[in-house]
C-alpha cells in the first residue's frame, strides 16, 4: 500500500458509502482513463475475468461461436469463452514479446475460414508486463474484420510508442488483483471506446436491472461490479502506480546487470517502441532441470519462484480444443523461471535471490 488509501477507505465508511457504487467508483474510473487517455471509458469491477466475460459480451459471442485466444497465458484468459459457451481456438506466441504469433494468428483465421467457421473475436494478451506485437495484430484484426479484446491484466503502465496497454483493442481489460501491479485487493475493469458500451457494460454487471421502480429483467445479469470500498484503495493506488511500475523495472535492471553476462541466463528484451511494467522479471535457463534445481534451491530458503504459464493447449481442461503451435510457448514453460518481483523488494533481497542462482548456474 502506498498510504492514500486509508483516506479513501474512511472516507467511504465517514459517507455511509459501503455498498457497491459511490463517489470512490466513479473517482477510481475517472482515474483509470486519465491515466490512459481521455478517449477511454472505464467500468470497474470485481476481477479481470468478470471483465473478459463482459468483454466478450459486449462483442456479441454467442454459443458455438469460436474465439482465437493467446495459448500462453493464465487460464482466466480462456475460461471466460466457455462461459459463454463458444470455443476456444488456441494461439502460440513468437520469441520477440513471447506473446501471440502474427503469423501463426493469420494461418489460424484462414485455417477456420476455410473451414466455414470463421472467428468472431481474439483475445491477445500482453503477457508478464509485455505489450504484444499491437501493429500486426491490430493489422490482421482489421484485415479480416474480427475484434480484440486485449488482456492487459498484466500490463497497467506499459506501452507502445507512448500509447498506454488497455486502449489498442476494441475492448480492453485491466486486472486489480493481489499480485498485480497495483491492487485493490481483487478487482478488474473493462476500458471501452465509447460511452453507450460502457454503460452496457454496467448495466449487465449490476444484473441487468432495466430503469423501472419494480425489479424488471429483460436480460439475463452479473452481479460483477467494484464496491465503493475497494474503488477506494484502487484511488490510493493510482497516486503510486508511477512508483510501482519504476520499482518492478528496476528490479528487471537490477537482475539484468548481475545475471546478464551468464551465459546460461537469457532475459526477455524490449523490442524497440515497447515499454514494459516489467511486473514479473522472467529467465530462461538452459532446461528444465536447471529450472528447477533454482526454484527448490530458493524454495529452501523459503523464497518463491515459479515456473512460466504452462500453455492453455497443454491443458487437461483445453485438451480437446483447437490449437496452433509452433512449439515456442512449451519450451519458455520448460526453461521459463519468475523470479520475486514484488515492489517492496530491497538490494539485500535482490542481492540474496541473486547468489543462490549463481550457485546453480
Not at 459517507?15 to 470497474?44: H, M, R, T, Y
Not at 476481477?47 to 473478459?52: E, L, M
Request: glycine share 8%; hydrophobic share 40%; proline share 4%.
Amino acid at each position: 500500500m502506498g498510504g492514500k488509501e486509508q483516506g479513501y477507505i474512511n472516507s467511504a465508511f465517514e459517507q455511509n458509502w459501503i455498498a457497491p457504487l459511490g463517489p470512490n467508483v466513479d473517482g477510481f474510473e475517472n482515474d483509470i482513463a486519465e491515466f490512459l487517455n481521455e478517449e477511454s471509458k472505464v467500468a470497474v469491477l470485481c476481477s479481470g475475468t468478470a471483465a473478459i466475460h463482459l468483454g466478450l459480451k459486449l462483442l456479441n459471442i454467442q454459443s458455438g461461436d469460436e474465439v482465437i485466444c493467446q495459448s500462453f497465458t493464465f487460464s482466466a484468459s480462456a475460461n471466460p469463452i466457455i462461459y459463454m459457451g463458444a470455443k476456444p481456438v488456441f494461439v502460440d506466441s513468437e520469441r520477440d514479446t513471447w506473446n501471440i504469433c502474427p503469423i501463426l494468428l493469420e494461418k489460424a483465421i484462414l485455417d477456420r475460414i476455410a473451414n466455414g467457421v470463421k472467428p468472431k473475436a481474439i483475445i491477445a494478451v500482453h503477457l508478464y508486463g509485455m505489450p504484444y506485437k499491437v501493429k500486426e495484430i491490430q493489422a490482421i484484426s482489421e484485415k479480416y474484420d474480427i475484434p480484440v479484446l486485449e488482456d492487459s491484466a498484466e500490463s497497467l503502465g506499459s506501452s507502445v510508442d507512448d500509447i498506454n496497454c488497455g486502449t489498442f483493442g476494441n475492448i480492453g481489460v485491466l486486472s486489480f488483483n493481489g499480485n498485480k501491479i497495483i491492487t485493490t485487493s481483487g478487482g478488474g475493469a473493462l476500458i471501452t471506446k465509447s460511452q453507450k458500451e460502457k454503460e452496457k457494460a454496467v448495466f449487465l454487471a449490476t444484473q441487468a436491472r432495466e430503469q423501472t421502480v419494480h425489479y424488471q429483467h429483460k436480460e439475463i445479469g452479473f452481479n460483477y461490479r467494484m464496491s465503493n470500498v475497494l474503488a477506494g484503495i484502487g484511488r490510493g493506488q493510482m497516486e503510486v502506480l508511477v512508483e510501482r511500475v519504476n520499482a518492478r523495472r528496476d528490479n528487471f535492471k537490477f537482475y539484468k546487470k548481475e545475471l546478464g553476462n551468464n551465459k546460461n541466463i537469457e532475459f526477455l528484451k524490449e523490442p524497440e517502441g515497447f515499454y514494459s511494467n516489467r511486473w514479473l522479471t522472467c529467465v530462461l535457463l538452459p532446461n528444465s532441470e536447471i529450472r528447477e534445481s533454482i526454484r527448490l534451491a530458493l524454495e529452501i530458503e523459503n523464497i518463491d519462484s515459479r515456473p512460466l504459464w504452462k500453455p492453455m493447449h497443454m491443458q487437461p481442461v483445453f485438451e480437446d480444443f483447437l490449437n496452433f503451435s509452433n512449439g515456442v510457448s512449451e519450451e519458455l514453460f520448460e526453461r521459463g523461471l519468475c523470479l520475486p518481483s514484488g515492489s517492496d523488494l530491497q538490494e539485500g533481497d535482490l542481492k540474496r535471490i541473486i547468489n543462490i542462482i549463481l550457485t546453480i548456474t
